[in-house]
């Protein structure tokens, strides 16, 4: 009875296996969940107008957000992507245009860039931060150079999928070209963002490799035993 909930605890074993990006990404579902309203909303504006466009695109995040929740999948994504396009059709009505639709998007990879880029500066690399954060192995880190050095790469590679999604897309969005941008926000979604974990891979692999290291080569704490037959050793007194 005790074997399952130990094996469960090895959290700090460098054995346990990681995530793949697959699976960090929300898995194949999660690809599809993110690209069910935005397909919708196009093929709905060109056969039926915007009005029919934005509730389309409304009621398919709400119906994924129900099926996920039936499914006893993550929430989170599931909360945060119905208030995504729930957000971008607000915008899609106030502006009148189906173009609309994607201006929040095109800004929020804006922010993010912005968000990611300063973190760097600051020396709090946000892919190093947030990774740690989640599996809770504390600041080490921050004090090995090469490690925030890796992170620092993984942060701005990151950084840079948010600024390529924003140049192209904020193109696209001035030249007009609903269906392209559409398409532009797909591909440059979790496919883009994939390249960008690959090169966060790279730097946890890289970190806690070292940091494994370092910990191995540390001397082990005395235990209080040991303290004492070393004291003992050293105050004894000595044979007549």
Do not use: H
Not at 32 to 50: E, K
Not at 91 to 113: D, E, N, P, Q
């Amino acid at each position: 009875m005790t074997e399952p909930a130990s094996s469960e605890k090895k959290t700090d074993s460098g054995d346990e296996p990681q995530p793949t990006l697959l699976e960090q990404m929300g898995g194949v579902s999660g690809l599809i969940y993110s690209s069910v309203p935005v397909i919708v909303f196009v093929l709905a504006n060109a056969f039926f107008g915007l009005t029919a466009a934005i509730w389309t695109s409304v009621g398919s995040a709400v119906a994924i957000t129900v099926l996920r929740v039936v499914r006893k999948e993550p929430l989170q994504p599931a909360i945060s992507g119905f208030f995504g396009v729930a957000i971008a059709a607000f915008i899609a009505y106030r502006t009148g245009s189906a173009k609309g639709f994607f201006l929040f998007g095109i800004y929020a990879s804006l922010v993010y860039c912005g968000i990611f880029v300063l973190s760097v500066v600051v020396r709090w690399p946000i892919a190093g931060v947030v990774w740690n954060v989640l599996n809770g192995t504390g600041q080490a880190w921050r004090k090995d150079k090469p490690s925030r050095y890796g992170y620092d790469i993984a942060t701005l590679a990151l950084a840079l999928v948010f600024a390529a999604r924003f140049v192209v897309q904020r193109w696209l969005y001035q030249e007009d070209y609903t269906g392209w941008l559409a398409f532009a926000k797909i591909a440059m979604g979790y496919p883009l963002y994939a390249l960008g974990l690959l090169v966060v891979v790279w730097a946890v692999r890289r970190s806690d490799k070292r940091l494994k290291a370092q910990a191995e080569d540390e001397p082990k704490p005395e235990t209080d035993a040991e303290i004492e037959a070393r004291l003992r050793e050293k105050y004894a007194a000595p044979e007549a």
